[in-house]
């Protein structure tokens, strides 16, 4: 995270942010995640949230 000289780069910083913000959203929809498994089958809330997943991964 820093450019050689001991200063922090800019593009860690993202990084660090990046990987940040998808940990704390994953963990606050567990929760959700775990109602909607109970209350619907478990491999069609599965299946919607790979769905989503990949369509995150191409934007």
């Known amino acids: 995270m820093t450019d ?3 200063a922090v780069s800019v593009t860690g910083i993202a990084d660090f942010f990046v990987v940040s913000a998808s940990f704390l959203a994953s963990m606050a929809a567990q929760p959700v995640i775990g109602t909607w498994n109970d ?7 599965d299946a919607v949230l790979f769905m989503i997943a990949c369509a995150g991964g191409f934007i």
Do not use: L, R, S, T
């Open 4 to 6: 050689g000289e001991g």
């Open 39 to 45: 209350k619907y089958d478990m491999k069609k809330v």
